[in-house]
């Protein structure tokens, strides 16, 4: 059972839009940047959005970021199947005292 | 660029102590952008952060885990240690060390390199 809550599936269908969401308590979310990573199959992580709303260089405009509360959502537009990954977010928990992880989001294009 | 690799044991017994070592190259430990921290995943299952520690030597831990794991750093060998005692088959996972260019208790998790990952199995 993960801190934040994500829908375990998300799909669409190629050049659509798609959101995946994330949410949260006032520990967490509520008080604390979000972030956003992106998982392929054998593969490490990679940082996609940072501080709620901040591509890293190289992450094409097409991800974004938002936080609202204690929700968060992670917006895919022009939907391609490269995007097909597990997509997980993150933040810091006060009552934890560390970062705590969603249960991740398994992007299918359809 | 940064660049992190992980080394250890593929396979451990029960009740035995897991060590992990995270080899750096790019940026000093003591640089003052340099955190390192350890995340595990259970094959198909979610992120879990296990441990920090950061340029100053200051170390965070998983509340949960905190009394089995020990984190700390060799400035002198780019090299950051994870210990984890009394291994039971619910820690096998695959264990990552990234970099932080923050203390993440400050800044929060931000993992902008990553290493590959080791697959520790828990079995007699």
């Known amino acids: 059972q993960s801190v934040l809550t994500q829908p375990p599936s998300a799909s669409g269908t190629p050049g659509q839009r798609v959101t995946i969401s994330c949410s949260g308590s006032?520990?967490?979310?509520?008080?604390?940047?979000i972030y956003w990573y992106q998982q392929f199959p054998g593969t490490a992580p990679k940082l996609l959005i940072y501080r709620n709303s901040v591509r890293p260089s190289g992450v094409p405009d097409r991800f974004s970021g938002s936080k609202s509360g204690t929700s968060a959502s992670l917006a895919i537009s022009g939907l391609r199947s490269e995007d097909e990954a597990v997509y997980y977010c993150?933040?810091?928990?006060?009552?934890?005292?560390?970062?705590?992880f969603g249960g991740g989001t398994k992007l299918t294009v359809l | 660029q940064v660049t992190l690799k992980e080394s250890g044991p593929a396979l451990v017994k029960p009740t035995e102590t897991l060590t992990l070592t995270c080899t750096v190259s790019g940026l000093s430990l003591s640089s003052a952008r340099m955190g390192v921290s350890w995340i595990r995943q259970p094959p198909g299952k979610a992120l879990e952060w296990l441990a920090h520690i950061f340029s100053t030597d200051e170390k965070s831990y998983n509340t949960s885990l905190k009394s089995r794991l020990t984190i700390s750093k060799d400035t002198s060998k780019s090299q950051v240690v994870l210990t984890m005692t009394n291994m039971d088959p619910v820690d096998t996972a695959t264990y990552y060390c990234t970099r932080s260019p923050a203390n993440i208790a400050v800044a929060g998790p931000h993992y902008d390199s990553w290493g590959q990952g080791i697959l520790v199995t828990v079995s007699s």
């Open positions: 993150t933040t810091w928990d006060e009552s934890l005292s560390g970062p705590v």
């Open positions: 006032s520990s967490n979310i509520g008080k604390n940047y």
